[in-house]
């Protein structure tokens, strides 16, 4: 019990050390970081690389799409960098078996805490290739 | 040398018969919580709720059922805990806070029982620990992530909340209304750019550093004697105030009660009819549409 209770209180801190190295958010976690900061936002782009032109989806591939992008989304804002677009990537090269390789784009929106701004910044752009293998990764510094 | 038997003697020492009546209905208003918890997390929020979730709320309710009879309590228990504590991992990442808390005041209650000295002695000493470690934690990372020095979070959660209209209805109180105006006029569907998320009003930023200054001292005047019923009192004072702004009643029906542990009178046993009625009140408006409902926030 007592074990239990140390436990219990050094977490919270280790929580704080590992939320700021890996990002994730601090809202999950159980590091007790609910209220302290202002929710992250994530939105996700895909851009064709090879062929340049973006192939038609048709409904039930765009519908699949937006599925696995959301799945993607909730898991991305939880974890942050440390959840990748794999699945978005994979489904792109199912539902198009022409497309060889794709850019991802993640964007976050957050509260600068020293502006107080809202900014939204294209944080990571990872480039995948069929049927689904990561090959780049770029941080964007802004 | 501090012992560990000294520092948990800190959140008190010994066992009255009043504080184990305590324990022992904070024991059935956990088990009460953990079944309203699920049946408000199916109604309001199925897409937080897989199908194992159901499967488990539906046990879940059957130990709440058994552990109303003092023979079967502690087993029921036991298998809450073992449950709610599954749940908490098949949910992982995506946990929500409110659901470990829950999980560990039923893990100690399992663990511990309240009529035996030494062990009920250890229960409230760990119950308390918890609460004041949780509490205290809530306000320093405050302080670590430094969104409460100018009031950028409080101003966030009036813009985003807007829609709702929860926290701007009582914040709007503590700025100039220009401020105020200012703020709502950002809008829920934020771009680029938008803000600051900053009051100019002394008031307001008083208000919003108030917050973690005093989720830190609360819990420790928490540990103080002298002053520990004047501190459970404030703190549920404080807690009232929130879910008031929130329109909530879930997590703090949970955290007063878990400040209740903290008083020497059986309140809980004394209060467990009202909270009964408000879990009853909230399950009806969660699956009856045309009961009013309050905001149910499991974070």
């Given amino acids: 019990m007592v074990t239990a209770l140390v436990v219990l209180a050094a977490w919270p801190l280790v929580h704080y050390g590992v939320g700021q190295r890996g990002s994730f958010n601090p809202w999950k976690g159980f590091g007790w970081a609910m209220y302290c900061v ?94 689904g293998r990561l090959v780049a990764t770029h941080r964007v510094q802004n | 040398m501090l012992s560990a038997s000294r520092i948990l003697a800190w959140a008190g020492k010994g066992l009255t018969k009043a504080q184990c009546a305590n324990l022992y209905w904070f024991r059935i208003f956990a088990l009460m919580h953990a079944v309203g918890r699920n049946i408000l997390t199916i109604q309001l929020r199925p897409a937080d709720a897989s199908e194992a979730d159901r499967v488990l709320a539906v046990m879940i309710c059957a130990c709440f059922l058994g552990g109303l009879h003092p023979k079967f309590s ?126 100019d009003s002394t008031l307001f930023c008083i208000l919003s550093n108030g917050v973690y200054v005093f989720e830190l001292l609360a819990p420790l005047l928490l540990l103080i004697p002298k002053v520990r019923p004047l501190a459970a009192l404030l703190s549920i004072g404080f807690i009232i105030a929130i879910e008031a702004g929130a329109r909530e009643l879930v997590f703090g029906a949970l955290m007063i009660n878990l400040l209740l542990v903290f008083l020497d009178g059986a309140w809980i046993k004394r209060l467990f009819p009202l909270f009964a009625v408000a879990y009853a009140y909230l399950v009806a408006a969660a699956i009856l549409d045309w009961v009013p409902m309050f905001e149910y926030i499991p974070n």
Wanted: glycine share 6%; hydrophobic share 45%.
């Fill in chain 2, 74 to 199: 502690r087993w029921a228990m036991r298998i809450a805990a073992l449950l709610v504590g599954l749940q908490v991992a098949l949910s992982f990442p995506f946990t929500p806070n409110h659901w470990f808390l829950e999980f560990v005041c039923l893990a100690f209650l399992a663990l511990l029982d309240e009529n035996d000295k030494q062990e009920g002695e250890l229960l409230l000493q760990a119950l308390r620990w918890f609460t004041v470690t949780f509490f205290f934690y809530s306000g320093l990372q405050k302080i670590f992530y430094g969104y409460y020095f100018d009031g950028q979070f409080l101003s966030y959660i009036m813009v985003f909340d807007s829609v709702e209209d929860r926290f701007a209805s009582f914040l709007r109180f503590f700025m100039p209304a220009s401020e105020f105006e200012r703020l709502m006029a950002i809008g829920p569907d934020l771009e680029h750019g938008d803000g600051p998320f900053s009051v």
């Fill in chain 1, 38 to 131: 202002p929710p992250w936002h994530f939105e996700v782009k895909v851009r064709q690389i090879d062929p340049p032109q973006m192939s038609p989806l048709g409904q039930q591939g765009a519908q699949l799409l937006q599925q696995v992008q959301r799945e993607f989304l909730k898991t991305r804002g939880t974890l942050g960098p440390l959840a990748k677009p794999d699945k978005v990537a994979e489904t792109i090269f199912y539902l198009g078996p022409n497309v060889s390789t794709i850019d991802v784009y993640v964007l976050k929106g957050h509260v600068d805490r020293k502006t107080a701004m809202y900014v939204e910044e294209w944080s990571y752009i990872y480039r995948y290739q069929y049927p």
